[in-house]
């Protein structure tokens, strides 16, 4: 994707679980990085990445 922004600027260094979750789901969504870009940039396994995506997924649902 040409334009959009690179990783780090979704990611502090020191970031508190939610934050990083919340940052996962619009680097996802919003710029359309891959799960597997993403696991490599934290160093976390896809399917860690994976159930981050589900969960703030399943928590922006219930919220509406």
Known sequence: FVGRPALK???KRRMLAQDRA???FRAVRACGYTRTEIASY???SVGRVS????SEKEKRENKD
């Open 9 to 11: 600027m979704f990611f």
């Open 22 to 24: 919340q940052a996962i």
């Open 42 to 44: 934290l160093s976390l």
């Open 51 to 54: 159930q981050i995506m589900k």
